[in-house]
Structures are given as C-alpha cells and as structure tokens.
C-alpha cells in the first residue's frame, strides 16, 4: 500500500490561492501561511499548477525554465520552505509537469532557431518548407498546429496549443532523457509525486498528412486521432517512468489523459503497465447538447450534464478499474467551469454531488474553492479572457442577435479562466485575498469567505470536513463498489468491507425513493430532505445521504 492510495487531494491554483506581497498575485509564501486551513480541511495532498519561470502565456503551462521558480511565484528557497512546510504538516506535495512542450523563450527552442546546425534543433518538432504548413492540424488554442520558424528557413514548428508554446520531439531520445533529469531534480528535493500534463499528446502521427474532413483542407481542423494516445505515447514513457519509480519507489505519477476513454485509462495505470499510477480523464462528463441554439457556434454555449449518461459513465469507470488501479474522482479543475457554475443550481446540489462523486472508489481531487461553494467570476468583457476564441464567439453570437454583455455573460459560465478567480479568505478588502489588485477580477456570486463558513457548522465548508473525514474510513478507501439498480432519477451505490456496508444515494433531480438492501441503517451525512422509513428511503430534489448499515464491525 503506497501513500497515494488513499491520497485526497486539493489543487491549488497558485496565482489566485493567497498573495502574500500585494503584487496582486498568489505565491509560494501566501500558501505557505494557509497550510492550517487546509490541514483542518483534512486533505492528504496538494497539487500545485505550474510554479515554474515562465513569461505566463498559459499561467505557467509555458516553462522557460524548469529549475527556477518564477518571480511572481516567489524564490526557490520559497519554494523549499513550502515543501519542507507541507512535509512538517502530513501533507504530501504534487507538482505539474509540463512534458509536452515549452515556452518559446526556453533557452533549447532560443537555440533551436539558430538553425538546423543548432545541437537542439530536434528537441522540437519543424517540418515542411517554403513557408507551407506540413497539414491541416488545428491547436487546440484555435488555428493551425503549425507556425513559421521565425528564423526564416520556410520550415515551421509545431504547437498544440499556443504558437508561444513549441511541442516537444520525444522521438528524440536526447529529450526523454533531458525530461527524466528535471523530473529527477524535483524528486531529489522531496517532491511527492507528478502530474504529468497533457502526455496523451507527446506521440503525432506522420506530420504531413491532412486529417480527412467535411471542411475545406486549408483550414485547421483538431485532429486528435493524430496527436492523442498514439501507441508511442506508451512506448516512450515506460522507460520515463520505469526510472522514476526504480530512483523513487513512493513516487506518484498522476497523468492527464484528457480524451482517454475507460480502456485507456486502464492501460495506463494498470500496475504491470508500468506507467502512471492514476489518470484524470476529462470523459468523465457527457454534455446533453440537445438545447443547443443552432444559431450560435456551439464552443462557448451551455453543455449541460447528462445526468443519466453521468451515471452510467461512473458506473463503467469504477468497475473497469475495480482491482486494478484508482480512478481519480473530481467534478471541476483550472480548465473547465466550476462545479456550481457547471452543474449544481444549488449550493446544496453541490454538496449532494460531492458526496455522490468523492464515496466511490478513487481519489478525490478538490479544486480550490470548490469547498466553500465558489462558482465561476463574471468577466468585464470580451478582452478580459485574453484568448482570440472568445472574441470570435463573442463577434458571431453578436451577428446572431445577441447583445455583446450577454454573450459575454455566457462565456463568463463556460470558459475555463472564471474557474480560477481568488480565494475568499474574509469579509475585508479584496476578501483577504491581497491589499493589491487582483491579478484577474470580475464579479463574484456572494460566497461566504472561509473566515464566515469556518465559524457556521452548516456551512459548505463544514459538510466538506465531514466528508473528507469519512472518506478516510477505510470502508471508503477500500471498500467493494457496487451500483444498485434504481430509478434513472438516483444514483445510489453501496461500498462494502467485511461485514461493513454503506449506502451512497443522490437524487439526479426531483424527489425519489430507493429500496434499501435488508438491513437497520443510520445517517452518517445527509444533504437536503431525507426520509428513512424501513427499507424505503425518500430524496428530496437533489438530497443526498450516506448511510450505514448497523451492527457490523469495520
Ligand atoms: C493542460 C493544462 C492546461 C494547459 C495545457 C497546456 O491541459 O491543464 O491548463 O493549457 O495542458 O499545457
Ligand atoms: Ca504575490
């Protein structure tokens, strides 16, 4: 049993955790001060996005440097006392590493550009000539994969997401290598474990076909047959992450596998696969596009939770990877809109969908805020998102009819960068948060700070301690899953340990009634209207409970 196997797990999104300067913008000795808070919260681990130097075209997903820590963030001695902080504390530290590509400003892509004489010019993927892009390939940050080399040679770079952001050549075994070494360098200062960003991506097919689509050839399109878990993925970071685990037998590879569906996720982290130890999918919400306005592109609209797909979608994931490896179980992160901006209407759904998500089997990762009930900030306006795929949308709903404030609005509900505004600490300027300017601000639903749902035992806050608490019995750390057969309108499973047995159930809307196994049962946390009568329990709309079964020993 390794420590992660029970890991609960808050990321933390530096930049908007706690500023500690007044510069505005959250750093190393501003989360250093909230260890206790999370401590009392009862999380075993954090994950950090990038803390690394980096001129922020991404927030720190664009590393310029992999051995410093960036200026905003503070220094490397910050960075050790936080470490060494987090250790004293019982909390285990994850960091982001950001394996697939670098910052354009990175010293190996400056070098690169010298030319093909340059000793780095492999580390990166250039193609084509005259000035012609190799294919089709669009960026997931909208256009073209590819970008002219600035140096002139009609040759042009590859890029998955910015053009500021050049993809790594991992066919270069030099680059696996280099890889190994800066992982390596955190490893040795005690850094508990990885989460390897975006490493579904590292392998691309041959780079000068055309993906096949309806539309025109010249224009982008996402071809992520030839950019996603290619089998190559597999073959480079076995020996990637072979090394880390021979040098560091407690360490924890946590993997982003976006677009990796439940088969994937098992080849990954199965234990004679030799790769990571856990994966976050991001397959683990189906969108109900029925409501779509034909009338507006549809990137930026509503995608509503299918509710009933949902529940057959965990289901499928916690048996595929019963006995085999531990889902990660998380309902919202930097990259997608929050929780109770996304699905909950209610800060008591919120709650009901947290207990249904974090009682399975898997580890919890509990975005920042998430806690206490944040939802996403409204933004000013287009500009404030920094990113041409707004402004396009906002543009096209406008000719659609739409006023800009509103379309802006929308975008405010479904974008990623609402989801990471600043932590509430207090009732007092800037919410405690800093004496500056916050480094991103807009409108804020009227959260309760920490400070006031700390001193409220009904507080989103409290149930959260309560059901971060029971997730640490073991009956819900290793505990059998087992969905039981309800209405489409519940979702309602039992995890079992010798003779211990709970029961999960959530209504997925209205008011519903369950049949419970045979058995006298008592409540351990309850969100909304709950009634037990004998076998026959009823939810009210959106309630949720956890109960037990009595006379067992655990
Ligand atoms: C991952 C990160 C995302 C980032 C991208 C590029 O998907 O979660 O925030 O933009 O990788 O590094
Ligand atoms: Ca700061």
């Known amino acids: 049993m390794a420590w992660y196997d029970h890991a609960i797990i808050y990321q933390l999104y530096p930049k908007?955790?706690?500023?500690?300067?007044?510069?505005?913008?959250?750093?190393?000795?501003?989360?250093?001060?909230?260890?206790?808070?999370?401590?009392?919260?009862?999380?075993?681990?954090?994950?950090?996005?990038?803390?690394?130097?980096?001129?922020?075209?991404?927030?720190?997903?664009?590393?310029?440097?992999?051995?410093?820590?960036?200026?905003?963030m503070g220094t490397m001695a910050d960075m050790d006392a936080l470490i060494a902080a987090f250790h004293a504390a019982g909390i285990h530290v994850i960091l982001d590493f950001v394996l697939n590509h670098t910052s354009d400003q990175h010293p190996w892509f400056q070098d690169a550009l010298r030319?093909?004489?340059?000793?780095?010019?492999?580390y990166y993927i250039f193609a084509g000539h005259e000035g012609k892009r190799p294919s089709n390939w669009g960026s997931f940050f909208g256009?073209?994969?590819?970008?002219?080399?600035?140096?002139?040679?009609?040759?042009?770079?590859?890029?998955?997401?910015?053009?500021?952001m050049p993809d790594l050549n991992w066919?270069?075994?030099?680059?696996?290598?280099?890889?190994?070494?800066?992982?390596?360098?955190?490893?040795?200062?005690?850094?508990?474990?990885?989460?390897?960003?975006?490493?579904?991506h590292i392998a691309k097919a041959k780079l000068d076909q055309d993906f096949p689509d309806a539309v025109p050839a010249a224009t982008p399109v996402l071809a992520e047959p030839f950019y996603a878990n290619?089998?190559?993925?597999?073959?480079?970071?076995?020996?990637?992450?072979?090394?880390?685990?021979?040098?560091?037998?407690?360490v924890f590879l946590l993997g982003e596998a976006a677009s990796a569906n439940v088969n994937l996720a098992?080849?990954?982290?199965?234990?004679?696969?030799?790769?990571?130890?856990?994966?976050?999918?991001?397959?683990?919400?189906?969108?109900?596009?029925?409501?779509?306005?034909?009338?507006?592109?549809?990137?930026?609209?509503?995608?509503?939770?299918?509710?009933?797909?949902?529940?057959?979608?965990?289901?499928?994931?916690?048996?595929?990877?019963?006995?085999?490896?531990?889902?990660?179980?998380?309902?919202?992160?930097?990259?997608?809109?929050?929780?109770?901006?996304?699905?909950?209407?209610?800060?008591?759904?919120?709650?009901?969908?947290?207990?249904?998500?974090y009682l399975q089997r898997g580890l919890p990762i509990i975005y920042y805020g998430e806690e206490l009930g944040l939802t996403n900030l409204q933004l000013p306006d287009a500009a404030a998102f920094g990113d041409p795929?707004?402004?396009?949308?906002?543009?096209?709903?406008?000719?659609?009819?739409?006023?800009?404030?509103?379309?802006?609005?929308?975008?405010?509900?479904?974008?990623?960068?609402?989801?990471?505004?600043?932590?509430?600490?207090?009732?007092?300027?800037?919410?405690?948060?800093?004496t500056g300017t916050p480094w991103l601000t807009g409108a804020a639903a009227p959260v309760a700070s920490v400070a006031a749902q700390a001193a409220d035992p009904t507080s989103s806050l409290a149930f959260y301690q309560q059901l971060i608490a029971l997730k640490k019995r073991p009956l819900f750390q290793d505990g059998d899953y087992h969905l039981l057969t309800t209405a489409e309108t519940s979702y309602v499973y039992t995890r079992q340990l010798g003779s211990a047995l709970a029961v999960v159930a959530v209504a997925l809307g209205a008011t519903t009634t369950v049949t419970l196994p045979q058995g006298h049962y008592h409540?351990?946390?309850?969100?909304?209207?709950?009634?037990?009568?004998?076998?026959?329990?009823?939810?009210?709309?959106?309630?949720?409970?956890?109960?037990?079964?009595?006379?067992?020993?655990?």
């Open 16 to 72: 908007s955790f706690q500023d500690s300067n007044g510069d505005g913008i959250g750093d190393l000795n501003g989360i250093r001060a909230r260890i206790p808070y999370l401590k009392a919260l009862g999380i075993t681990a954090v994950w950090l996005n990038p803390v690394f130097t980096s001129p922020q075209v991404d927030n720190g997903y664009d590393v310029a440097n992999y051995y410093a820590i960036d200026p905003t």
């Open 115 to 122: 030319g093909a004489d340059s000793l780095y010019r492999d």
């Open 143 to 164: 256009g073209s994969v590819w970008a002219p080399d600035p140096s002139g040679s009609g040759q042009s770079y590859f890029h998955l997401f910015d053009r500021r």
């Open 171 to 200: 066919a270069n075994p030099e680059v696996r290598h280099a890889m190994g070494d800066v992982a390596d360098y955190w490893l040795q200062k005690g850094v508990d474990g990885l989460r390897l960003d975006a490493f579904i």
């Open 230 to 250: 290619l089998p190559q993925v597999q073959t480079w970071l076995r020996p990637f992450c072979r090394r880390l685990k021979t040098d560091y037998p407690d």
């Open 266 to 357: 098992a080849a990954y982290t199965a234990p004679d696969a030799g790769l990571m130890d856990s994966v976050v999918t991001f397959r683990y919400f189906p969108d109900d596009l029925s409501g779509l306005d034909p009338q507006l592109p549809t990137q930026y609209q509503e995608h509503p939770l299918d509710l009933p797909a949902f529940k057959q979608t965990q289901a499928v994931w916690q048996q595929t990877l019963a006995g085999l490896a531990q889902p990660t179980l998380y309902w919202s992160n930097h990259d997608m809109p929050r929780l109770g901006t996304r699905v909950a209407h209610s800060a008591q759904q919120a709650q009901s969908l947290a207990m249904l998500m």
């Open 389 to 434: 795929t707004v402004t396009a949308f906002v543009t096209e709903a406008t000719a659609a009819g739409m006023t800009p404030e509103a379309a802006v609005k929308l975008v405010s509900t479904t974008h990623k960068l609402p989801a990471r505004g600043p932590m509430p600490w207090d009732d007092g300027a800037q919410r405690g948060f800093t």
């Open 523 to 554: 409540a351990l946390l309850t969100s909304g209207a709950v009634h037990l009568a004998g076998p026959q329990l009823t939810l009210g709309e959106d309630a949720g409970v956890v109960l037990i079964r009595e006379g067992a020993i655990e």
